[in-house]
């Protein structure tokens, strides 16, 4: 639940910065 709070918090932080990219997503994930 935390995980999945952490990995939206951060995909909300690469929209604002408009530095989205599925390759980072992943890459948090797979660091959770």
């Known amino acids: 639940m935390l995980a999945a709070l952490g990995v939206e ?3 909300v932080g690469s929209l ?3 530095g989205f ?4 997503d992943v890459d ?3 660091t959770s």
Do not use: C, E, H, Y
Not at 21 to 24: P, V
């Open 28 to 30: 948090i994930l797979v």
């Open 21 to 24: 990219s599925i390759d980072s």
């Open 16 to 18: 604002a910065r408009g």
């Open 9 to 11: 918090v951060k995909l």
